[in-house]
Structure formats: structure tokens, C-alpha cells
């Protein structure tokens, strides 16, 4: 579970645990995630902190081994850890923000489940989930490079649906409308862009964290074996 500190992904850990999951959380610090796993040992569940940054090849490596050496086995990854440094036109972004944000957004899961499908899921099978956007699916002014990250890692998905599936691996993603997390703080907290997300959906309203949950547990689920290569908006109607 990368990027589950926080947001979503801190959602989904829980979710994903409380029906049954030993839980790995990777973030970018050791006690982001230690908090967290220590949230879902207290509630019952098994957790194992693994921190590391998925823009770093290096990091990325020693949390699929940390995965491996505390359960032995890495059925499902959620690919959630995602950045964005640049908000406004896209032609303005400097070039430095913009690697940023293909390196964690688009290369971040590449890695991950490229390791994850070595480590385990090429021999056993598994569900990779990544955390997509509707802004990857519509595009969306002021947000064009994490818009763009998010439309590859549509497109990522569903390559690896048709090369993985002969391997038993399942690959879907989730795109979240407006959600109230740290990550679109400025989204949520700003009336007048707010009203603009919010405007377009059919629920007229900003989603909870725990709303998103359960679309990841479906995807990393047996009650999702015959989906692949699908895009579950979870947008309260937006698109």
C-alpha cells in the first residue's frame, strides 16, 4: 500500500484490514508509517510499516523486500503515493516540478508493480489498484501535469491488464473525484475552486477518504475476478 499515511491511502489500509488483509504501509517516513500501522494493530489487524519513496528506484526495491521477508507473499498492490508541486497553466510548470511528478505518479507505480510481479504475482497471481484521478480521464485546468500523470497511469493500467493477464493478474484503477485530504487541501479550502469541482458532480459535494475505500477493496478482491483493465470513477457523479 503505497501512499498510505495518509488521505486515501491511509482509507484504504484500513479498509483492506478490516476485512481480513495483513496490511504493509509504505510512505516516505518511518513514523508516518509505524502511526498508521500502529492504528490498525490497535484495531485488531496485522500491519508491517515499510516506509520508502517511490520516486527512488532503491526504496522501492526494499519495500517489495520488506513485503516479503515480514509476510512471505504480496497478493495485492495499491499504488496510491502520488505528488503534485505544480498548480496552475501547464505551459508555465517548470521542468523540475513536472519530473517530480512523472517520477512518483507514473514511474512510482511502474516500479512497484513491476517488483511486485517479480517478487510474487508472476508466479501466484494478484490485483494491482492504482489510484488514477478524474482529472486523468477529463483533464483539468491549473492541475495539467498531475492530470497528465494520472491519464498515463490510466493508460498504464490497462496495458499491464492485457499483458499481465495471462499470469492470473488482475490491474484496475480508481478515479477519485474531490477528496477531502491534506494532498487537495487547496481544492477543498478555496470557495470559489470548490464550488467548481464540486459544481460538475451529480452529488454536488466533496468526498470523504473512507468513500473511496471500498472501491479498492472490490479491485484487490475475489469479488472483482472477472474485472480487468477497468477505471471505477468514484466521483459522485462528475463524469
Known sequence: MTGGSRGIGRAIAHALSAQGAAVAICARTAEACQRVAGEIEAAGGRALPAPGHVGRA????AVVDAVMTGFGRLDVLVNDAATNPQF??????DEPALDRVWEVNLKGAWRMSRLAVSAWMGAHGGSIVNVASISGVRGDALLGAYSASKAALIAMTRVLARELGP??????????????TDFSR??????????????????GRVAEPEEVAGAAVFLASDASSFVTGSVLAVDGGAL
Open 58 to 61: 532503491a526504496d522501492c526495491q
Open 88 to 93: 496552475g497553466p501547464l505551459l508555465e510548470a
Open 167 to 180: 499470469l492470473g493478474i488482475r490491474v484496475n484503477a480508481i478515479a477519485p473525484g474531490l477528496v477531502r
Open 186 to 203: 487547496v481544492l477543498v479550502e478555496d470557495p470559489e475552486l470548490r464550488r467548481r469541482f464540486t459544481a460538475a458532480s451529480a452529488l
